[in-house]
């Protein structure tokens, strides 16, 4: 069975960092692009960022370059999401998603900017 | 960025009648590499991560009951459900994916009438 969970979310103050982790499980986890996705509660969806199979290509939203890194580590089927100067803004459920090819999604993480 | 713009931000229809959803892109996302349109179009329930129903604008996703069909080409798309189930309720989200950064539409919320 497939499985994608994340892990790593929870309340943070504004300039603070955090690292989201998302654990995957039921297939070639290195075949596949990755990216994560936000949710702000009750809103749309954003795209955040990608990372190819083998690590060598990443891109970003413009709202989170400069201060997201997103990493994996095949060895251990997991992706990284690295967030640091948080703003309140980017309070959202942060979902790991093996996004169109074989479309999955996690249940996603809160992560939650606040003083 | 690609502007995506649905319409409307909601809608009520009586089960079994027909529900469409638009979507406007910002500009063209019809790749001339393969002649295909980078769109497509999710579901999401509540309490529930979104689920991918149509790719390249019209094609259904293996297990998605055929009363979805996408539509459309260039800049306006179309989700039709041609006959309401009440599973059905939910908010729907068109995206592109034919450039960095891939963007979702507002959504666009369905219920029961």
């Known amino acids: 069975e497939e499985q994608l969970v994340e892990s790593g979310g929870g309340l943070v103050q504004p300039g603070g960092s955090l690292r989201l982790s998302c654990a995957a499980s039921g297939f070639t986890f290195s075949s596949y692009w990755m990216h994560w996705v936000r949710q702000v509660p009750g809103k749309g969806l954003m795209w955040v960022s990608r990372i190819k199979g083998d690590g060598s290509i990443t891109t970003y939203a413009d709202s989170v370059k400069g201060r997201f890194t997103i990493s994996r580590d095949n060895a251990k089927n997991t992706l990284y999401l690295q967030m640091s100067s948080l703003r309140a803004e980017d309070t959202a459920v942060y979902y790991c998603?093996?996004?169109?090819?074989?479309?999955?999604w996690g249940q996603g993480t809160l992560v939650t900017v606040s003083s | 960025d690609i502007v995506m713009t649905q319409s409307p931000d909601s809608l009520a229809v009586s089960l079994g009648e027909r529900a469409t959803i638009n979507c406007k892109s910002s500009q063209s996302v019809l790749s001339s590499s393969n002649n295909r349109n980078s769109l497509a179009w999710y579901q999401q329930k509540p309490g529930q991560p979104p689920k991918l129903l149509i790719t390249?604008?019209?094609t259904r996703e293996s297990g998605v009951p055929d009363r979805f069909s996408g539509s459309g080409s260039g800049t306006d798309f179309t989700l039709t459900i041609s006959s309401l189930q009440a599973e059905d309720v939910a908010v729907y989200y068109c995206?592109?994916?034919?450039?960095?950064?891939?963007?979702f539409g507002q959504g666009t919320k369905v219920e029961i009438k």
């Open positions: 390249w604008a019209s």
């Open positions: 998603v093996r996004m169109l090819d074989r479309d999955f």
């Open positions: 995206t592109q994916y034919f450039n960095i950064p891939w963007t």
